[in-house]
């Protein structure tokens, strides 16, 4: 059974520290992705990594920065939290395709509820 | 960057109703569109996907329409059940791998 589990459900952070949010997945993908998910606002891509040590700036990757060291694990870090960032964050992952070929099948984790006060 | 407009919002049906999801979008090169369903407390997991060279999908309960000329696909769910009550959100591909996610509608089956 495919997973991508992720460290934590809730956090509570305070103002200006260091958080890191950490993803996993058993699956063997290449891809993998944060979003921010927000009421309203739908699923919003923040970076994603195609390959290890690889990665590209999503829709909203300003706070953020991400990591990338191994295949199976994918790394979001917000390196001064702030209060508008309070959010539900979404890990997913997925297999790489061969260019020519159509979009496929993202695996999301639980997510992870932040709350910086 | 790629903008994806879903409607409605919200959705309440009484079991054994149809229910319609709609999604307008821009970028006439996407070719793939995926709905996802998200139940509380979980992440989003795919329930149907349909590409650019098919008009119509349809699996069980559940099936998908696209048109490309008006860009716009939706999903319908006929025979309603209270555990299809849930956030469903449209999706479609935007540059190389990525998707691109509609602001989600939720669908509250009644019974």
């Known amino acids: 059974d495919v997973k991508v589990t992720q460290s934590s459900r809730y956090l509570v952070k305070r103002t200006g520290e260091k958080v890191f949010l950490e993803c996993v997945q058993d699956?063997?993908?290449?891809?993998m992705f944060w979003y921010r998910q927000d009421p309203g606002l739908g699923l919003r891509l923040i970076y994603f990594s195609y390959d290890v040590k690889m990665k590209e700036k999503g829709d909203i990757p300003e706070g953020y920065s991400v990591s990338r060291e191994k295949k199976e694990r994918f790394s979001l870090i917000l390196e001064s939290a702030s209060t508008n960032q309070t959010s539900m964050y979404l890990c997913a992952s997925s297999l790489r395709l061969a260019e020519n070929l159509l979009g496929n099948e993202q695996f999301f984790g639980p997510g992870t509820r932040l709350t910086v006060l | 960057g790629e903008n994806v407009e879903q409607h409605p919002s919200t959705l309440s049906v009484q079991e054994g109703d149809s229910a319609v999801i709609k999604c307008t979008y821009s970028?006439?090169?996407?070719?793939?569109f995926p709905w996802y369903k998200q139940e509380l407390g979980k992440g989003p997991q795919l329930i149907i996907d349909i590409r650019s060279n098919v008009g119509e999908k349809k699996d069980q309960r559940i099936a998908v329409t696209l048109n490309k000329t008006a860009k716009h696909f939706s999903l319908h769910i006929t025979e309603t059940q209270p555990e299809d009550s849930a956030v469903y959100f449209c999706?479609?591909?935007?540059?190389?791998?990525?998707?691109?996610f509609g602001t989600g509608t939720r669908l509250l089956v009644s019974p």
């Open positions: 699956m063997d993908h290449e891809n």
């Open positions: 970028d006439s090169a996407s070719n793939y």
């Open positions: 999706a479609l591909n935007t540059g190389f791998q990525k998707l691109v």
